[in-house]
T-cell receptor, first 114, second 108 residues
């Protein structure tokens, strides 16, 4: 199993550009989520999904969209990038539709918005 | 959301036990206590979790106070590879809320 994969590893955007961060898992996990981590801080939840076709907002959803058309993929869309969205983004997945089970995290995408 | 309080940083010597404390005085009856750690430049990884009873696994032990208002993660023999930020999280089942964590430094 590849586990949780994220692409790209690094990205530089200009203010106002849009882009999609990709996240995929091959473990047939129902629960998937996106976090951002600013320098020296803990992770903050952006959006999560408990299964295909179901998404919900986390702690900091503004400026981001998600969709879950398949079990495997959970892309995160930045609609109009802002410097405040400069961060490291982590995707995670787990078995079942709750966070009680072990969460598996991807390696992260480091995003810089100029 | 229920919150946790952890020391910002701790130091340990290699091959000695480490006790990482966590206070969670507002824990509700259905919150699980989860611990994750984050090695430098990596995503977090699961360490251990429990509800009321003490728990052991290959990585660590989790000691939970009888009133559940505090817990302690125990690394039995710290290695250099255990240097990381350790997060204590109260888990209500729908999302994980990370605090600042404890940065553990391990001295050779």
């Amino acid at each position: 199993n590849a586990g949780v994969t994220q692409t790209p590893k690094f990205q530089v955007l200009k203010t106002g550009q849009s882009m999609t961060l990709q996240c995929a898992q091959d473990m047939n996990h129902e629960y998937m989520s996106w976090y951002r981590q600013d320098p020296g801080m803990g992770l903050r939840l952006i959006h999560y999904s408990v299964g295909a076709g179901i998404t919900d907002q986390g702690e900091v959803p503004n400026g981001y969209n998600v969709s879950r058309s398949t079990t495997e993929d959970f892309p995160l869309r930045l609609l109009s990038a802002a410097p405040s969205q400069t961060s490291v983004y982590f995707c995670a997945s787990s078995y079942g539709d709750t966070t009680y089970n072990e969460q598996f995290f991807g390696p992260g995408t480091r995003l810089t918005v100029l | 959301d229920a919150k946790t309080t952890q020391p910002n940083s701790m130091e340990s010597n290699e091959e000695e036990p480490v006790h990482l404390p966590c206070n969670h005085s507002t824990i509700s009856g259905t919150d699980y206590i989860h611990w994750y750690r984050q090695l430098p430049s990596q995503g977090p990884e699961y360490v251990i979790h429990g509800l009321t009873s003490n728990v052991n696994n290959r990585m660590a032990s989790l000691a939970i106070a009888e009133d559940r208002k505090s817990s302690t993660l125990i690394l039995h023999r710290a290695t250099l590879r255990d240097a990381a930020v350790y997060y204590c999280i109260l888990n209500a089942g729908n999302m994980l809320t990370f605090g600042g964590g404890t940065r553990l430094m391990v001295k050779p």
